[in-house]
């Protein structure tokens, strides 16, 4: 005995059927392939929250440790700075503190770009509706 693939559901075509049962069979296809949709897009919708959420989290955590490390490191190189500079630790300072603020200014200018450019756009919603419509159009011929 072969193994036959699973079928999509198919109606019985049955000749009596009036207009009036064509037409609810219809709305309730219709009705059924609706809420498919906003359950798929609810679905991409709580994805993208918990992805969101986890990539917040990690960043929360590396800007602390990076806060850390920064300071450490501005303190370290403006003493060193300063140093070379005569034991003069304000020259240091300021020299470190400039170029942290430029620095600070690129970084900032490139996040903003980047925050720019995210998909809104459900790409697997609009595409299941391509599919929705196509269905619609051939059982329509």
Request: hydrophobic residues 40%.
């Given at each position: 005995m072969a193994?036959?693939?699973p079928q999509y559901h198919q109606t019985p075509i049955d000749p009596d059927v009036g207009i009036p049962d064509l037409i609810r069979r219809l709305t309730d296809d219709s009705k059924r392939?609706?809420?498919d949709e906003v359950r798929l897009a609810k679905l991409?919708?709580?994805?993208s929250i918990h992805t969101g959420a986890r990539g917040t989290l990690w960043l929360a955590v590396a800007f602390g440790a990076g806060v850390v490390a920064m300071v450490a490191l501005t303190i370290g190189?403006?003493?060193l700075i300063g140093r070379l500079a005569n034991f003069n630790y304000w020259v240091g300072a300021l020299i470190v503190g400039v170029v942290e603020l430029v620095l600070a200014f690129v970084l900032i200018k490139r996040g903003l770009a980047e925050l720019g450019k995210p998909s809104y756009t459900l790409p697997e919603?609009?595409?299941s509706l391509k599919d929705t419509t196509s269905w619609v159009a051939r059982r329509a011929d």
């Open positions: 193994h036959r693939p392939l609706a809420s991409e919708i709580n994805e190189l403006a003493a919603t609009r595409e």
